[in-house]
């Protein structure tokens, strides 16, 4: 049976949405929102900064940037086929029902607090446990391109409501002492929650020093920000990494899965 798709434009974001979407809620209570196919375009803007000059003590090119950081550039448009995400980041209970440990820093006794202090590889064991529990193979982490995308959820802004660091607080838990339970602030329109702060997330992507770099096979990226991060590190294109068995109290994850 074909499937009819509506075409949905928002600024330099398109959508290409089902009519009927189809999330679903797995055998360990995790739910997912079916994200529509589309594209965006990727990092952060810049000015039309001149090259640097080598005859020069300043560097033209960095000043021109100002607070612009390196990492988010260029910004370029991106294809994203559909997929599902999780509607939060995997939680202490999620993790103790799969693995039967909470390896957690921030343990208060409530199961829907975000797992941390949880290296890539923890993540991909996980993940490789759950797959063989629902017998199938297509829950993963999702590549940064699919974070910021559903991060975005198609806006174009710094954060997925807008420029106004007044309203993250709406959104977000940053610039704190400690994670809290998931879900407790507004989603996305996506309906995706803590997609700013909380905790990093890990993906599947390999970093770069930017996008037009070769992406070294050294760190993996993480998104989102933290509880203990400023506003900034929260915003959709921020980019972190990390070495691959790395723990701290400030990575997590969140679940994407195949169709």
Known sequence: MKQTLS???????LLLTPLMAKDFTNSIGMKF?????????MGTATPNCPKDNPFTTENEYEKCLGNISKEETPQHKVKVKSFYMATTEVTQGQWYEIMGNNPAHFKNGNPNMPVENVSWYDAQNFIKKLNKKEKTTKYRLPSEEEWEYAARAGSTTKWCF???????KNYAWYSGNSTHPVAKKKPNKFGLYDM???VYEWTSSWYSKNYNSTREHKYKVLRGGSFDYSAYDTRSADRSCSSLD?????????????K
């Open 7 to 13: 075409r949905l434009a928002l600024g330099s974001f």
């Open 33 to 41: 929102k079916d994200i529509p196919a589309g594209t965006y375009m």
């Open 162 to 168: 807008g420029n106004s660091e007044s309203q993250l």
């Open 196 to 198: 700013h702060g909380n």
């Open 246 to 258: 790395f723990r701290s109290r400030n990575f997590g994850f969140r679940l994407s899965r195949t």
